[in-house]
């Protein structure tokens, strides 16, 4: 039994009922067109508060880093341990089979035979049977001047194509800056940029690596890295979601 299946039924029911609630075949559009798609409230205040207080409290985390040891950017995030928390494992599971779906089309349009099983208890077997065994959701925090560098959440052989964050701090109130960003190199075409607006809650669910495009002659893949721009003010905190483990 992986980690992640130690979450209360209760709480993936609940996980379940929130993410089915969404209009799914508008998201996978929307992922389609511009390699992300933002979950509306996904959150409530009371959760991300509660989310974002658990960063001081060492016994949930696995390892704790500092950006710019790394040439990551500024800042600082931790990883969580297993068993996750209940609302991060929950959600984990829950948006897996919709993003699946997504994935491998994906793929499928691509060329790329490797295909996502309908589960992500299955996905995790698969994660620890390659050596994968380490838990990736984790929590960010940014001060002012923070930032986090364009990049691609990539743990080992085995890598899930899709991921989300959710924004746990309140723009405007709770920090300003720190603008989620995603950037598409294109071949033979100059880079296209995306930057995603999120309130409070909102979670935002973006290709980790490639996507396919349609163009004249067929689909072509399209490399996309992820950052967030400079904090100016306050504190940010955001969750990430990765549903493949790490080496």
């Known amino acids: 039994m992986n980690a992640d299946a130690k979450v209360a039924p209760s709480l993936i029911e609940a996980a379940e009922t929130r993410i089915a609630a969404y209009d799914w075949p508008a998201l996978a559009t929307e992922l389609d067109g511009f390699g992300c798609a933002v979950m509306e409230k996904l959150l409530s205040a ?93 929590l960010l925090q940014y001060v002012p001047g923070d930032f986090n560098c364009l990049h691609q959440d990539l743990y080992g052989d085995l ?10 701090s309140e723009p405007g109130e709770d920090f300003t800056g720190g603008e989620f960003a995603l950037t598409e190199q294109r071949p033979r075409m100059q880079s296209r940029v995306e930057v995603v607006p999120l309130r409070q809650g909102d979670a935002v669910a973006f290709a980790v690596h490639n996507r396919p495009v349609q163009g004249t002659k067929g689909n072509y893949r399209v490399n996309l890295r992820h950052g967030v721009s400079r904090l100016r003010s306050g504190m940010r905190h955001t969750i990430g979601i990765i549903f493949h483990d790490a080496k």
Not at 76 to 87: A, C, G, I, N, Q
Not at 159 to 168: D, G, N, S, T, V
């Open 159 to 168: 890598a899930f194509p899709l991921q989300a964050a959710i924004l746990l």
């Open 46 to 138: 009371d959760e991300c508060r509660q989310l974002a207080g658990l960063y001081p409290q060492e016994q949930h985390f696995r390892s704790h880093i500092h950006m710019a040891r790394h040439g990551f950017g500024k800042g600082e995030y931790r990883y969580f341990r297993y068993p996750l928390p209940d609302l991060v494992g929950g959600l984990r599971g829950a948006l897996y089979p919709r993003l699946a779906e997504v994935a491998n089309r994906w793929n499928e349009r691509m060329g790329v035979a490797t295909r996502y099983p309908a589960t992500h208890a299955a996905f995790l077997d698969q994660c620890h049977a390659a050596g994968q065994v380490r838990p990736t959701p984790l």
